[in-house]
């Protein structure tokens, strides 16, 4: 497949590209400056002008999203002003299949009680800039019109693949805090190529 991946520089990002190259995809690495992945395929372009992303996606069979903040404690729009850039682009250069990282902050059930009642809630008023801008971008990308898969991601480690996690549609995965980053990729990987993941946010953790 062709394969667009935002945020190609970053940790995640990085490994998406990587390990789609190692599946034998045609992977186009979009970065926000020249110090990208380093392969050659690389399209230099401000996530946030539809107009400068659109010639990297055109052709391709799907988007992965994998930007996020810089600063998980300052006050930011990027999730949910790169999602809306990206679905203008896609809408231009005529893909239709999606797939964004999320976080699992967003899933309103399937927690354990003390998760509930006080981790939650704590994490999200330390990271309250981060979980108001992902909480922000989810219902543009759900009303975007597009193929999109939704991956709520716990928080993510750069430990070594397991190879396993659990999944859970539209909820959290119970006791599932963290994730690394490879079996994060190898996750949204799969999803590419699942029809059954289109129109579901999929929460995925260990």
């Given at each position: ?68 903040p ?17 679905i ?101 990987l ?17």
């Amino acid at each position: 497949m062709k394969l667009a991946v935002l945020g190609a520089s970053g940790r995640t990002g990085a490994l998406v590209a990587h390990l789609a190259r190692g599946r034998g995809h045609h992977v186009t690495g979009v970065v926000r400056t020249g110090n990208g992945t380093g392969t050659g395929r690389d399209h230099v372009a401000d996530p946030l002008d539809p107009e400068a992303l659109a010639p990297a996606f055109a052709g391709a069979d799907a988007v992965v999203s994998a930007i996020g903040p810089r600063s998980a404690r300052k006050p930011t729009s990027v999730l949910v002003d790169s999602a809306t850039s990206a679905i203008a682009a896609m809408r231009l250069a005529g893909v239709r299949r999606l797939l964004v990282v999320s976080s699992s902050a967003t899933a309103e059930s399937g927690d354990t009680p003390v998760v509930a009642a006080l981790v939650k809630p704590l994490l999200c008023s330390v990271f309250r800039h981060a979980w108001a801008d992902v909480s922000a971008m989810e219902p543009v990308v759900r009303a975007s019109g597009l193929d999109w898969t939704l991956v709520r991601a716990p928080m993510l480690t750069n430990g070594p693949a397991r190879g396993r996690y659990r999944v859970q549609e539209e909820r959290s995965v119970l006791g599932g805090l963290s994730l690394s980053r490879t079996d994060l990729a190898a996750f949204l990987l799969d999803r590419v190529e699942d029809p059954e993941s289109i129109g579901k946010a999929l929460s995925v953790a260990y």
